[in-house]
DNA sequence: GCTCACATGTAATCCGTTACATGATTCT
DNA sequence: AGAATCATGTAACGGATTACATGTGAGC
C-alpha cells in the first residue's frame, strides 16, 4: 500500500501515545498542523487503510466509557516509521504564502499602500507568533513528562520562524521609507 | 465570479507584461512558484474564465508567427487585482514541511540519525539557496529594464529564507552534539 | 531533417477541506 | 437539564498536479 506523508502523521502520533482519531486530531492542532495539517475526512479513512495493511492495530476501546476504537502501532508500523524518517532523497517542501505574493506584485501599489501590506503582512506572524506561544507552556509540560525534546525544539523553531518574517517586514519597511537603492542585503 | 489567489498571480502576470498562459506559466516558474505554485492545468481554463468575467481582454496574435492567443487586463481585471492587493483581512498562510515533520517525530531515531535528518534538512534548503542564486543575474536584468523593484525585493527575501533555515540546522546540530538542555533560545 | 522551444488544451487523478449527521458521556 | 467535549464517520466540493495529446516555428 502507498502511504503518503498524512499516513505517517498518523504513524507518529500514535507512536507519542495517541489512541483514537479524535486524540490524533487533538495532537496534530496544536503542533503539526503548523507544517503539515491534517483533517478528519483524512484520518478517519486513512486509519482504515493503515489497519488494513497491518501497520496499525485497532479495536473497540471499552476502557473509556466512549464508543472509541483504539489504535496502536504493529512493529510493521513501527519499521514503516523509521524507514519514512530515515529515508533518502527529497522532502516535500511547499509554501503558499499569500503576503509574499502579494507583496512581489506589490510595484502596482503607492508607496503608503506597500506599507500598509507589509503591517498586514507583519500583523499575520504576530498572530501566529503568539498562537505558538500560547500553546508553549503545554509543550513544555509534555516535554518533562514524556522526555521527548524534538516537539519543543519544533516549537521553538516554529517561534524563530515567526520572528524572522516579523524583522524582515522591520527591515523591507525601514528599506522602502529611507528610499534606499534595490541592491544591498536585507 | 469567485476569484481565488490563483486568479490573482494571473492577472498580476499579465499587469507585468505576460501576454500567453505559456508566458505567465514560464514567468511563474522563476518566481512566484517558490510561494505559489500554478500549473498549466490551472492556467488555460481561468484564461477563459477570466475572460468571460471581462477582466482580461484575449485575441488571436498573428505578430508571432505561432498560433498563441495574446491576452492583456481590461480595466475592470487592473482595478480587481489592486483591490486584492490592498484588501484587509487575514492572508492565505500554508506550509507542508516535510523535514519539519520527520524534525518533530525525530525522538523514534537514535543521536546518529537525528545528525543526517538534520543533515538532509539542511542540504535540501541549500538546495533551494543555489536555485535562487541562479535567477538572480536574469531578475537584476528585468528590474533594471522595467525599473520594478519588489521582484528582486522578493527573491532577496527568499534566499534570506533559505539562509534561516540552513542557519537553524546549524544551530540545531551544535544543540545536539552538545547535549545542551532543551531550554534556552534557538 | 531534426530537435528544441513555443504554445494550447484536457482528462484522470489525487489530496485535502468543509459541512453535515449522529450520538454518548461528562461537567456544571 | 443543558452545554461542552468526546467520538466517528462520510458526501460534496474544491483546488491542484500529472500525464497526455497535438501541433507550429525557429535554429542548427
Redesign the interface.
Known sequence: MALG?TS??IL?ML??GAKSGYEIKAKADI??R????ISYGQIYPELKRLEEAGLIAGEADPDSGRQRRAYTLTAAGDEA??E???R?G????????????????????DES?QL??LA??RD?HQR?RRELERIQPAAEER?AES????????L??GI??QN?FID?CDR?ER?LTERQP?TG??
Do not use: M
Open positions: 506523508t505517517y502523521v507518529g507512536r507519542k503542533s503539526t503548523f507544517f503539515w495539517a516509521l523509521h519514512w524518517l530515515t533518502e527529497a522532502l516535500h517542501f511547499e509554501l503558499r504564502h499569500e503576503g509574499v505574493l502579494r507583496f512581489f506584485f506589490a510595484d502596482a501599489l499602500e500598509e501590506l498586514t503582512l499575520e501566529l516535554s522526555g521527548d525534546r524534538f516537539p519543543l525544539l519544533t521553538e523553531t524563530a520562524y524572522f524582515l523591507l528599506r534595490v542585503g536585507i
